[in-house]
């Protein structure tokens, strides 16, 4: 039974920092792009960013590529986002998605999803 679980949310100020996790299992980490996806209270689900399945390499949206950046640890099986600057519109559920062949923002490409965690940002 394949697991995505994410971890790290909370509440932060305006300019502060969070890194959130998103640990595997039940599948072979290394064979998984995973992309981070946020959703606004009353938003449609919009993608942060991805990195590929060795973790060579990352592609950011433009609202955070900036500020947030994405790395893996496949020993681990954890993949983590690392948000800085972050502000008010940062606030929203963050979820990690595991895709077999897409790396890339369709959401519909990827097969795992994890359940979310909350990230508010505000003073």
């Known amino acids: 039974q394949v697991q995505l679980v994410e971890s790290g949310g909370g509440l932060v100020q305006p300019g502060g920092s969070l890194r959130l996790a998103c640990a595997a299992s039940g599948l072979t980490f290394s064979n998984y792009a995973i992309g981070w996806f946020r959703q606004a209270a009353g938003e449609k689900r919009e993608w942060v960013g991805v990195?590929?399945?060795?973790?060579?390499?990352?592609w950011m949206s433009t609202p955070v590529k900036s500020r947030f950046t994405i790395s893996r640890d496949n020993a681990k099986n954890t993949v983590f986002l690392q948000m800085n600057s972050l502000r008010p519109e940062d606030t929203a559920v963050y979820y990690c998605?595991?895709?077999?062949?897409?790396?890339?923002?369709?959401?519909?490409?990827?097969?795992?999803w994890g359940k979310g965690t909350l990230v508010t940002v505000s003073s």
């Open positions: 990195i590929s399945w060795t973790g060579g390499d990352t």
């Open positions: 998605a595991a895709s077999r062949s897409h790396y890339g923002p369709e959401n519909h490409k990827y097969e795992y």
